[in-house]
């Protein structure tokens, strides 16, 4: 061990300031005890403290303390300046530095914390910024839907059918907006049940002499459209609506017990 390279580290001055972890001072202790040079050095940097701290702030000790200051002293009322030596003023001069440089190293710690909080808030600014934009985004798009809704409910040429509960289920109901110029047809379906698993409602064009269902179309995705408007095309003749509900994927022909609603188009 080149115990000169290690008195001249610094680390004696931060053993003598607690400033080193336990097991620092472990190993500290441990190496005063197997060098003399290590433990006169820790001694000498205590002493230069004392002295320092002697001179710097008035001490009030207890009787014996101040007898024997008096008697090193000869009762003079003057202050006495303590002459420090080289080596003492150096090791004071490192001590000094030493807790300068942690210090310095404790502000580049607040520093870097605060840094790094900042930055976390900036992310945290720009992904709320991020979602706001997509909402306003999503709105906008619905809104666009809705206006376009509104305009082809509104059409000259489009004509209204109300859609009743029928015995499978009576409190059911719906509206079906067929515009026979665009062979489009609007079927908002808010007033019917979620459909059980496995099953789909399909809408059915009928001509009423004699009774001839045509499917128009299924009202897929049910569950996850939140209007329960479904545009499907109708180039039919169409005296009525029904919607049915049917298996997944639909049926040929409507299952008549399973008729939720029933309406006849009105002659314009």
Do not use: C
């Not at 499978?168 to 907006?177: F, G, I, N, R």
């Not at 509900?245 to 409507?254: D, H, R, Y």
């Amino acid at each position: 061990m080149e115990v000169d390279n290690y008195i001249a580290s610094g680390i004696l001055e931060l053993y003598v300031a607690g400033l080193l972890t336990e097991e620092e001072n472990l190993e500290v202790h441990q190496n005063a005890l197997q060098y003399p040079e290590i433990k006169n050095e820790i001694m000498a940097i205590e002493a230069a403290i004392l002295e320092l701290t002697q001179a710097i702030v008035p001490t009030y000790a207890d009787r014996k303390g101040f007898d024997d200051v008096k008697v090193r002293i000869g009762e003079r009322k003057d202050t006495k300046v303590v002459q420090m030596t080289r080596d003492e003023k150096s090791n004071l001069s490192s001590y000094i530095a030493w807790a300068a440089a942690i210090l310095f190293g404790a502000g580049l710690v607040w520093f870097y914390v605060q840094n790094d909080q900042l930055k976390t808030n900036i992310e945290m600014v720009n992904q709320q910024n991020g979602v706001l934009e997509q909402q306003i985004l999503d709105a906008r798009g619905s809104l666009t839907e809705t206006e376009a809704l509104l305009s082809s409910l509104r059409d000259k040429n489009v004509s209204v059918t109300s859609l009743g509960g029928q015995e499978v289920s009576p409190d059911s109901y719906a509206k079906a907006y067929w515009n026979k110029e665009q062979n489009k047809v609007l079927i908002d379906a808010q007033g019917l049940p979620e459909p059980p698993d496995g099953m789909v409602y399909q809408v059915w064009s009928l001509k009423l002499d004699p009774l001839t269902p045509t499917s128009v179309g299924l009202l897929e995705d049910f569950d996850a459209d939140e209007n329960k408007v479904f545009t499907l095309n109708n180039p039919n003749e169409s005296e009525a609506f029904a919607i049915s509900l049917e298996p997944a994927g639909g049926s040929e022909g409507p299952t008549m017990e399973q008729i939720y609603t029933l309406g006849a188009v009105t002659s314009s």
